[in-house]
């Protein structure tokens, strides 16, 4: 039973974590399009910027060090 619940939190885990990728990507590809909306005179924009890229590669980067990069789920988020 124990070996179970484990499975079903490792699951769960991957799939938060899925989820928070996918989110963290489209949050750098938002900001990413105001900064380039925007005039270069706006430090807090560029900052932004470059705050939620760092976020989503530091979620990539627990996804790759889950083996989670190479699934099926992970890929689908890429087909819009």
């Known amino acids: 039973m124990a070996k179970n619940k484990k499975r079903k939190l490792h699951k769960e885990y991957?799939?938060?974590l899925l989820?928070?990728?996918k989110q963290t990507h489209d949050n750098?590809?938002?900001a990413?399009?105001?900064y380039q909306l925007s005039d270069d005179t706006n430090n807090a924009v560029a900052f932004n910027e470059q705050r939620t890229k760092a976020m989503y590669y530091?979620?990539?980067?627990e996804v790759r060090y889950?083996?989670?990069a190479s699934?099926?789920?992970y890929?689908?988020?890429f087909q819009y």
């Open 14 to 16: 991957d799939e938060k």
């Open 19 to 21: 989820q928070l990728s």
């Open 28 to 30: 750098w590809k938002l």
């Open 32 to 34: 990413e399009h105001l």
């Open 58 to 61: 530091f979620v990539l980067r």
């Open 66 to 68: 889950q083996n989670l």
């Open 71 to 73: 699934s099926p789920k």
């Open 75 to 77: 890929m689908r988020r």
